[in-house]
């Protein structure tokens, strides 16, 4: 067994944070070393060294036994180390085959080696099993298809060593199930795969051995073996047991909370027609593939667009698209970017806590024209200590809220929008659009109870995620969002794994109702 | 070498940044001071002595920077809501303008109403000259995203040749034996002297007010918390059901107005006329001063006074010791981009490493 690729002592520090704690790590020849561990855990830290783009504070890289420069994102190509990012970085207007070759020629060469880079290129995508057609257009792909260039792209370039940075957060069931089999195949040919991924059950179906990261520091290596299990990866990846979500028995339904008929709004696909309507005491989860028109459906019902066609009613009026007004007829608002929507990263907690009511009465005097500083701080505080956002060092209130870590910012945001408008009046209505999105294992459960006790509590729930473990843990019922349109919403135990990827592609109609 | 993203802002360089950067300035000026042919030391006393050694260097300094803290702040209001004016000068311009259509000698007397009356009409016209020039690059940004920096910029020589025909046309100064020049303001309505024997004029509290009253607003006024979540995040700001293009009006029209003041304070306390060369640029300089003051509304007025002093103090230096006056403007460009380079170490580090071949 020939070492492609070994680590050693890999430290890596920013300011007082150690991102990378001598880490020590071996990959095989034929092997797939699966990377687990939270946000924040060092994984993009050390595969960014590996990868050239950082320079590592102690400890060497050898890539098939050759020492590898550190810092030089050229020579790891060279040595053989090929990455296919989380977020593709390909030129959409041109060909795949445009698109492979960008790059791998000087801009000004007399003759262009199309012919032979084509014909290698055709030679790769057979010998893996990585069907696509060269001359397509990349505008014209799938995501699934997309992806396939991006890792063909560095078979081409020679990697022997292949990164993949959460390769599956953008595909479907079956798509996944597609990159797992040409996985094999890759290793089945000598090359040697180092798979970054937060979702277990994938860790457990592609890899050889898993690494685990908590943060800084390698805190297991284990061989993937048969008793292995989900809780066991959910411990070490954590530090501690970490609990599901309580359940409630089914809800009975209670009033209409919210209903679109027929619902239109421009854009790529914006909606095309969509029908929903959503009962007070359930959570209704809106499952699909990124760009399917969850973003016209959430921009709809934060408030921030107005129909183009169709009707409306939310708690019982047609609000106008004004989001103030949204807030103060109790719809809780928590939008899918929370760096960009949620907050404004130079502001202050406080004042971000203030953000969707600067206006109100509360926290104004002089017709709403000075703001009650105190009273404000006061509320932030509230905020702070009920929905405990931690990270407030020093400069408590004062806190620039850019510092906060992913998780504390969502609990801020929550607990922002799930206070309402109006203290005696809690939200009935939460759109929630991927709350969950990049928070670590703990912060996830947090999220989910808080909109499980908010749900408990009578409030209606609308998810909008990509992430079918969310899905399948919160919803009650189910629709899944393709081309913008919205398919009809069935009870969770209707849908299938199977059934619901169907669903996501649009290939066929979603699976009856039993 | 290459950059690196601190974990979290160093709060040892937040500090540091700004005397480094002095440091730069010094230096890299110097070099320029001995290029000349002057001994260096000699040099920057007599600046620092021209601009701020005696009572006569603040006076003539404190009237320099009147109207560089108007500028500055017209600037910094804008700029903190991501509203790129370049335009302060022709609101200035315009705003002197205005403010001698009101209170001019037309006809040898002019309007005669009460100076009570006449004096906050003119402040009032200016104000509304200036901000009504900025209204429409701003109304062009929101509604179809025209580059402000562009229109305002463009407008700043639309301006000026508006103003050269009104000095040459209807309110060409008839006494003025052909100069471009516009009739005088009534005497009732030029501000008095703050200090005796010199030319520092009540346009100073004028500016103090303005910035002292605009810090107070970005403290404690919604309007100000607006302007900060709109310049400083527009996507949450909008989010969280802010009114985007209405912000962008109210900031429009109080930088255009701050601007607008700007000219028909140095009419009023100054010059007494409009004249083509009434501003070296104060409009421009307003921009390097809020940069300078990190945008800040007290800095601005901190900043203004430096950059004022060494306007003033290059002037005294030039002619003892034979350094083209240009020196000041070098300075402060210099310390602009110093101070903007050494910020950056507050959030981020240098690293030098062997890069290898």
Known sequence: MTLALQLKGITKRFGALVANDGISLSLARGQVLALLGENGAGKSTLVSILFGHYRADAGEIEVFGQPLPPGQPRAALAAGIGMVHQHFTLAERLSVLDNVILGLEPLWRPVSRRRALRQRLVETAQRFGLQVDPEALVADLSVGERQRVEILKALVRGARILILDEPTAVLTPQESEALFRSLKALVAEGLSIIFISHKLDEVLAVSDRIAVLRAGRLVAELPNEAGLSKADLAEAMVGRAVQAPRRRAPPAPGPELCRLRGARLSGKPGLRGVDLSLHAGEVLAVAGVAGNGQHALAELLHGLHGLEGGSLEVLGQALPPRPRVWNEAGVARIPEDRHAAGVVGDLALWENALLEQYRSPRFTRFFGQLIRGGRARAYARELVQRFDVRGLEGRGLNTVTRSLSGGNMQKLILGRALSGADPARPPRLIVANQPTWGLDIGAVAYVHQLLLDACAAGAAVLLISEDLDEIFTLADRIAVMHEGHLSAARPRADWSLASIGLAMTGSEAPAHAT | ?357
């Open chain 2, 1 to 357: 070498m290459r950059l690196e993203k601190r974990a979290s802002p160093a709060t040892a360089w937040r500090l540091g940044a700004p005397l480094l950067a002095l440091a730069l300035t010094l230096l890299v000026s110097s070099g320029l001071v001995a290029w000349a042919g002057a001994p260096v030391g000699q040099a920057y006393a007599l600046l620092l002595e021209g601009g701020f050694g005696s009572r006569f260097a603040w006076s003539e300094t404190l009237t320099r920077a009147t109207p560089l803290i108007l500028t500055g702040l017209a600037a910094a209001v804008a700029f903190k809501a991501r509203l790129y004016n370049i335009g302060a000068e022709g609101q200035l311009y315009l705003g002197a303008l205005a403010a001698v259509a009101v209170g001019g000698l037309h006809g040898g007397t002019g309007f005669e109403l009460s100076p009570w009356l006449l004096f906050p009409l003119m402040m009032a016209a200016a104000a509304l000259a200036g901000a009504l020039l900025l209204l429409a690059p701003a109304l062009m940004k929101s509604r179809l995203g025209v580059d402000e920096v562009v229109t305002t910029l463009l407008l700043n020589f639309i301006v000026l040749l508006f103003v050269a025909w009104m000095l040459d046309g209807p309110m060409k100064d008839p006494l003025a034996m052909g100069w471009p020049q516009s009739v005088g303001l009534q005497d009732a309505l030029q501000l008095d002297k703050l200090i005796e024997r010199s030319r520092v004029h009540t346009g100073l509290l004028w500016a103090l007010g303005a910035g002292l009253l605009l810090w107070l607003m970005f403290r404690h006024s919604s309007t100000g918390f607006e302007i900060r979540a709109v310049g400083a995040g527009p996507q949450a700001a909008a989010f969280a059901g802010m009114p985007i293009a209405w912000v962008t009006v109210k900031v429009a029209l109080i930088s255009g107005a701050l601007a607008g003041l700007a000219g028909a304070i140095e009419v009023a306390g100054r010059t007494g006329y409009v004249t083509l060369d009434m501003s070296p640029g104060y409009g421009y300089s307003g921009i390097v001063i809020a940069m300078l003051a990190g945008l800040h509304p007290l800095g601005v007025l901190a900043a203004a006074v430096f950059v004022a002093g060494l306007l003033v103090g290059a002037d005294s230096m030039s002619r003892a010791v034979g350094v083209p006056t240009y020196i000041a403007d070098v300075i402060v460009a210099t310390a602009l981009i110093a101070t903007l380079a050494c910020s950056l170490l507050v959030n981020y580090k240098i690293r030098w490493g062997r890069d290898g071949r």
